[in-house]
């Protein structure tokens, strides 16, 4: 049986819980790069085509298999929340106001955030530099691609949760 080499980054994409880069792919599946971005390339035109819900996207360094913006209202309804509301909270506000100090992160937010922040630390999502008898907070390259977040740069991720806050 010959398998398409499209289904089989599907495949990749679909049973990943996190953005997957091409080298990953490559070493994984035995497809070449080329072969990948073919695939990679067939497969966002299928799913713009059907019409379906879900779209393939470049987030950060990867490729992840994502719902559509107007239709992740319904599928967050059914999905387990991985990282609380109180910790999401933190991590916004880090990411938005980046680099932050944590004495200010805590004076603006609460003392709780000192186990928020270590946490969101544990987890890869955000650096922490120390400064003083404090630390500067900035996310890391794994913050957009957990977030499904198009570009790295603070200004980036400063524009997408401006357009989440709308509602957009």
Not at 117 to 136: P, T
């Amino acid at each position: 049986m010959d398998l398409q080499p499209v289904r089989i980054i599907e495949a990749v994409l679909f049973s990943s819980p996190q953005p997957v880069r091409i080298s990953d792919m490559e070493t994984q599946t035995q497809l070449s790069a080329a072969t990948i971005r073919k695939a990679l390339k067939d497969l966002t035109a299928e799913y713009e085509s059907r019409e379906t819900s879900l779209r393939v996207a470049k987030v950060g360094s990867g490729y992840a298999l994502l719902l559509k913006d107007e239709y992740a209202p319904f599928g967050h309804a059914f999905a387990p929340k991985e990282i609380p509301d109180n910790i999401l909270r933190t991590a916004s506000w880090i990411a938005y106001h980046q680099p932050v100090l944590q004495s200010d992160l805590a004076h603006a937010l609460g003392s709780k955030t000192y186990a928020d922040v270590k946490e969101l630390h544990s987890l890869g999502l955000i650096a922490m530099k120390k400064k003083g008898h404090s630390y500067v907070l900035s996310t890391t390259k794994r913050f957009p691609e957990y977030f499904g977040i198009n570009g790295s740069s603070p200004a980036a991720i400063k524009k997408y949760l401006k357009e989440r806050a709308k509602g957009n």
